[in-house]
């Protein structure tokens, strides 16, 4: 069972990813142009995370942040630069641009992730792929969490979101839960949970 699932989840990953390519290319070429707009910069970037088995992944975005935005000291005060290290996100980042902020608030930012799905680097559902220094936030349970596919959507995001954080230990859970129960309908509810989430923007940061 869970190889036929194992290859149905990768079926419909290359059937959606490609459709999603084909038919949100307009959309693409118009967020490029209003990123480039902003500040000048290019539209995308590319993120190093751990994907399954801790392979090292680059994972694609439309850039929702500043040129500079990896001068951390500069551009944060020291409460911000803590809760980065903590959870690795920040509560109204002073880095993120006008465009970038929607993009965020509407989840276009993620869109460039297509392309990774479609590569095979993640699946359409999975755990949040994870830097580097977050693998150990999660202790002995690591080679578990990284023994799935991560994903572009999973039960963290549709969810919780930004709602459940690492130091109350709520995103772990989560996360490991949909290790603990994936399947095909687990994937269908996330899913269609994560429509209902991003248009009401829930969570949205």
């Known amino acids: ?82 809760q980065y290290k903590r959870e690795f996100k920040i509560d109204n980042d002073p880095r993120i641009t006008k465009v970038g902020n929607f993009l965020r608030k509407t989840s276009l930012d993620e869109l460039p992730q297509l392309l990774n799905i479609l590569k095979g680097d993640i699946s359409i559902i999975g755990p949040r792929p994870i830097v580097e220094k977050e693998t150990k936030i999660y202790g002995e349970d690591v080679a578990k969490l990284l023994s799935v596919k991560p994903g572009l959507t999973g039960y963290w995001q549709a969810y919780a979101r930004n709602k459940a954080t690492y130091e109350s230990g709520e995103r772990q859970k989560m996360e490991m839960y949909y290790v603990d129960h994936f399947g095909m309908w687990t994937d269908i509810k996330i899913f269609f949970k994560t429509i209902i989430s991003v248009v009401h923007q829930e969570g949205a940061q």
Do not use: C, W
């Open 1 to 82: 069972m869970t190889l036929i699932y194992l290859g149905l989840k990768r079926l419909t990953d290359i059937i959606l990813s490609l459709a999603g390519l084909l038919v949100l290319s307009p959309i693409f070429l118009v967020i490029s142009i209003l990123v480039n707009a902003d500040d000048g910069g290019s539209p995308f970037y590319g993120h190093e995370r751990v994907g399954k088995y801790g392979k090292k992944i680059k994972v694609y975005k439309f850039r929702s942040m500043r040129k500079d935005a990896g001068d951390l000291e500069t551009l944060l005060t020291p409460a911000q630069l803590e």
